[in-house]
């Protein structure tokens, strides 16, 4: 069983920034991928970007690529979401899940989910 939290959500203006972090609970943390989703109102959870359990690989999606950075700690058991030039389309809130499959972007493959952290992006 690994549990989640995340934090680091807030209101910024856009072109600001924010950093999401997420901690899990338990020993194997480096075992798994982990993946940061988000889901703004009304609309599915989509998939941000992933991260290895080593952290020497990572994907992002294409409206994130270049703005939006994954990486990890895995002494501290901690992932991280740097997120900068943030734009109102960025509003969601926030999730981060731990998988065993590979650099995988589906949500059905993450077992494990943190509660969220809202991200709000005024213009």
């Known amino acids: 069983q690994v549990q989640l939290v995340e934090s680091g959500g807030g209101l910024v203006q856009a072109g600001g920034s924010l950093r999401l972090s997420c901690t899990a609970s338990?020993?194997?943390?480096?075992?798994?991928?982990m993946g940061w989703f988000r889901q703004a109102p009304g609309k599915e959870r989509e998939f941000v970007a992933v991260?290895?359990?080593?952290?020497?690989?990572?994907y992002y999606e294409e409206s994130v690529q270049g703005r939006f950075t994954v990486s990890r700690d895995n002494a501290k058991n901690t992932v991280y979401l740097q997120m900068n030039s943030l734009t109102p389309e960025d509003t969601a809130v926030y999730y981060c899940?731990?998988?065993?499959?590979?650099?995988?972007?589906?949500?059905?493959?993450?077992?494990?989910w943190g509660q969220g952290t809202q991200v709000t992006v005024s213009s």
């Open positions: 899940a731990a998988s065993t499959a590979t650099m995988t972007r589906k949500t059905e493959d993450y077992r494990y």
């Open positions: 338990g020993r194997t943390f480096m075992r798994y991928d």
């Open positions: 991260i290895s359990g080593s952290g020497g690989n990572t």
